[in-house]
């Protein structure tokens, strides 16, 4: 659940998805995340916060999604959270592997048009929006169909999990979060 390190940030948030502002803080808050950092391949985003209930109830099939999913990237985004380490403890108490990066101010609310908590971006390897699911995930299995239609993915092999230390990937202080493990 580490944060990619990137350049100094520029004043105003430059745009390298589409819809997306380029940087974020990361959840440990401690460095800047971009999106030019990001894999270029496809990647589900969701959108998140720990006194979410619905957020809450979701989060078991994002977790098991990791396992099914080939070739995708999962980033989460810990969205206008009033406590940023109950949600760093949540994170890691639900067992989300992935990098997580915060987004206290809501600067994504006008770019992604965000409609509320939880909803999830399906961003293909170009990194435009494909698809955007608001609200809760029923099952892993919706979020595999959904991942099916938007990015074309197969079910039933390993995520693709890139190598943080190779790409950069920062890792949080042990004691506030469990020790960064690739997959």
């Known amino acids: 659940m580490g944060c990619p390190t990137a350049p100094t940030p520029t004043p105003t948030p430059a745009r390298s998805r ?14 800047r995340w971009s999106t030019s950092r990001a894999p270029r391949t496809p990647t589900i985003i969701n959108l998140w916060a720990q006194w979410c209930e619905p957020c809450r109830a979701e989060s078991p099939h994002l977790r098991s999604a990791l396992a099914d999913l080939e070739g ?3 980033i989460g985004i810990n969205y206008d959270d009033p406590q940023p380490d109950w949600a760093i403890e949540f994170a890691s108490l639900v067992g989300w592997e992935y990098p997580h990066v915060m987004d206290m101010d809501k600067e994504l609310q006008i770019p992604l048009k965000v409609p509320g908590l939880p909803t999830t971006y ?4 170009d990194g435009r929006i494909a698809g955007v699911h608001a609200g809760q995930l029923s099952s892993e299995q919706q979020l595999l169909d959904l991942a099916s239609d938007y990015l074309g993915c197969d079910a039933g092999s390993h995520v693709h999990q890139v190598d943080r230390r190779a790409q950069g990937w920062a890792t949080r202080p042990a004691a506030r979060l469990r020790p960064d493990a690739t997959r």
Do not use: K, L, N, Q
């Not at 589409?18 to 460095?31: F, H, K, L, Q």
């Open 18 to 31: 589409e819809g997306c502002p380029s940087r974020r803080s990361c959840a440990s808050g401690a460095t």
């Open 72 to 74: 995708v990237s999962f």
């Open 122 to 125: 399906f961003i293909d390897a």
